[in-house]
């Protein structure tokens, strides 16, 4: 039925277009001196008004309908069955099979009951909605038609409609953003009445298995997150220790150095490094770096895990090179050519020029390349969880294995979950710090590109 | 086009070469942008301590010429220059010749103001320290602080050097860009349309500044405007489709042109 109402509608907006711009065009016929707008904009106008009322109709009565069925049908059952949740959710799916015609055995008679009225309210109601849905386009194409006229601004009109949509859209965007924060704020306040907030973040030991038992071994765990921050902040240390310069150079070469022809060879390849699913990037790591690095760490007689901190922050200062040089490359080639020919001209060879003009010029957008690469890196997952271990050791040692936030959520939620242990609400604790974290790197990075664009606008 | 065309017509010797030495002399010169033929078997000779101004309509080659005096063509892969420009009596693209040095003598002053995103004093101190021209800290304070007074800006910006050069005023901007060529002690100094974007008054302070240097230095000014032309400068060169038409003082250029083409172009009818 929904099917047929997005039809009526695609037929309605384009009937209202041509409608409304023929109106507007016959009109105009005799010359167009005195009409404000152009034909296609009445069209457009009167296009948006069917639309934008008939979507929001849709809108707000199909979940009104859906929800009106389910307890139609339910009604039809025992209230004391229907106050259970799943038990609820049972009946509701035997009464649509039946409905559907796909129950296998027989049914009671107030299952029956159910799949008749799911039924018969089903059809009422998408009829219902289909009728109102017309009606509210038919009138709304009318009143746009008694609008057409020469003194009505369609054009103006029309702006104020498309501002309101893009209004819109950008609100749900930031509406989502600010949903997700309350989630898992919510949750994290759940966490924090179960484990102080001192212990969380200053605890130095963390283990979130919780015992279901109180006499099993290990009952309580410990959720301190120190070691965590020490395994995040090492890994991206590392990676950003091996992507800041690699990125930087290669970006200077491609920028300043290299023939456009080897630049439209090399931008791409770095670009397609930048693709990588982190999963490949991820048993690279583990299956190629990790054993390398232990056999060059054995040849000098040091202990290095099979899963270390080194590995996968090579792996990952490999993922994040691609970060760093398209940007920096960017802002790079945004430094104006004017300041270069400024500085040969004063005699500067090239490598003085690019060490004392353009990248201090260049260096706010540098900063921020660097920025958005790190929260990067301290958001990546899987190179960890397959390179660096689960293992929460409180080290700086980039031989042992470390673990990180992010591994650690996914960790604890990955399979079977109490969703009121203090283990599975860590979780949201460690995504609500992870969250800040990434949220002031941002931030940073925001600021510093306002202070670069304010110097060349 | 046949060679009488090409030659320039000389002005019975400017007066302007017989007072004073020549600076510099190109003999021959042709510049070509891979096919394109932008300056065509130009010979001129320019005195030094006076203003030389070059004139013509856009395209003509002005800037190609006056960007190979200091070989900032050589920054443009698909240019190359034949013939020769002596400075001092020196080739300049002769392959011994360092560029480097050969731009610290020869400072350039572009068309829109090109300070670097670094303090005022940082923009003056470039040139002397790329080239290690200060003996001391104290040494480059005075280096800056003579340049700014040469360029007339030192008044107007002496509490704030640490301030960014790029939080001038247009004007401002450009005496600073004129402030960090002087800071090098050259001897030649090119300007390429130094006032095309500056208003009616910041150009006319660069004027007086133009006025006021001119007995130190070798200067040569690309103008569009024919009255700068004729108020800062001693010598004027005119240019046309990559000729160097005629060239001549300044006075006898703008009263008596010989060529048919400068007479048109001083009296606007092309350009
Ligand atoms: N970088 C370049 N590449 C190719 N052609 C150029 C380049 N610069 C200038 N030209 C050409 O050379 C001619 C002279 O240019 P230019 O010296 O800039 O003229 P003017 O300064 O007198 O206006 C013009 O026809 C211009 O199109
Ligand atoms: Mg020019």
Known sequence: ??????????????????????????????????????????????????????????????????????????????????????????????ASALAAGQYAGAPTPELQAAANSLNSTRVVTS??????????????????????????????????????????????????????????LFETLRFFSKVSP??????????????????????????????????????????????????????????????????????????????????VLGFFAALTVAPLIRGWGEQFGLTVASESALAAGIVMGMMIIPFVSSLSDDVINAVPQALRDGSYAMGATKSETIKRVVLPAALPGIVSAMMLAMSRAVGETMIVVMAAGLAANLTLNPLEAVTTFTVQIKTILVGDQEFDSAKTLSAFALGFVLFFFTLILNFIALRVVQRYREQYD | MDASTRTPT???????????????????????????????????????????????PSGCGKSTFL???????????????????????????DRDLDVVQLRARVGMVFQKPNPFPKSIFENVAYGPRIHGIAKSKADLEEIVVSSLKKASLFDEVKDRLDHSGTSLSGGQQQRLCIARAI??????????????????????????????????????????????????SQLTAFFHLGDLVEFGDTDEMFTTPKDKRTQDYITGRFG
Not at chain 1, 138 to 160: D, K
Not at chain 1, 202 to 220: E, H, K, M, N, Y
Not at chain 2, 78 to 93: E, P
């Open chain 1, 1 to 94: 039925m929904s099917t047929v109402y997005f039809l009526i509608v695609v037929v309605l907006v384009l009937t209202a277009y041509f409608l409304g711009a023929r109106k507007a065009s016959g009109a105009v016929a005799g010359g167009r001196g005195e009409w404000h707008s152009l034909p296609a904009y009445h069209g457009l106008f009167s296009a948006s008004a069917v639309f934008i009322p008939m979507l929001a109709l849709y809108a707000i009565m199909a979940p009104l309908a859906a929800s009106y069925i389910d307890s139609a049908a339910l009604s039809q059952f025992d209230p004391a069955l229907v106050a259970e949740p799943l038990q609820r959710g049972a009946l509701m799916r035997d």
């Open chain 1, 127 to 184: 009829w219902l909605i289909l009728i109102i849905g017309c009606l509210a386009g038919l009138g709304a194409m009318q009143y746009a038609r008694t609008r057409i006229s020469p003194a009505f601004r369609a054009r103006n009109s029309f702006e104020q409609i498309t501002t309101i949509v893009l209004l819109a859209c950008s609100a749900v965007a930031v509406l989502t953003t600010i949903g997700i924060v309350f989630s898992v």
């Open chain 1, 198 to 279: 001192i212990d969380f973040l200053f605890g130095l030991q963390w283990s979130p298995q919780t015992a279901i038992r109180a006499d099993q071994v290990g009952s309580s765990g410990a959720f301190g997150i120190v070691p965590l921050v020490a395994g995040t902040f090492l890994i991206t240390f590392i990676a950003m220790l091996i992507a800041a310069p690699t990125g930087l150079f290669a970006a200077i070469y491609m920028a300043e150095y290299a023939s456009p022809k080897i630049r439209s060879i090399i931008k791409p390849i770095l670009e397609i490094l930048a693709g990588v699913p982190t999963v």
């Open chain 2, 10 to 56: 000389l002005s019975h010797n400017p007066r302007i070469l017989a007072e004073r030495e020549t600076k510099i002399v190109a003999h021959d010169v042709n510049v070509y942008y891979g096919e394109k033929h932008a300056i065509k078997d130009l010979s001129i000779d320019i005195p030094d301590r006076a203003v030389s101004a070059f004139i013509g």
């Open chain 2, 67 to 93: 960007r190979s005096i200091n070989r900032m063509n050589d920054t443009i892969p698909s240019c190359r220059v034949t013939g020769d420009i002596l400075v001092d009596g020196k080739n300049i693209y």
């Open chain 2, 183 to 232: 800071a090098v002690n050259p001897e030649i100094i090119l300007m390429d349309e130094p006032c095309s974007a500056l208003d009616p008054i910041a150009s006319a302070r660069i004027e007086e500044l133009i006025d006021e240097i001119r007995q130190n230095y070798c200067i040569i000014i690309v103008t569009h405007s024919m009255q700068q032309a004729a108020r800062v």
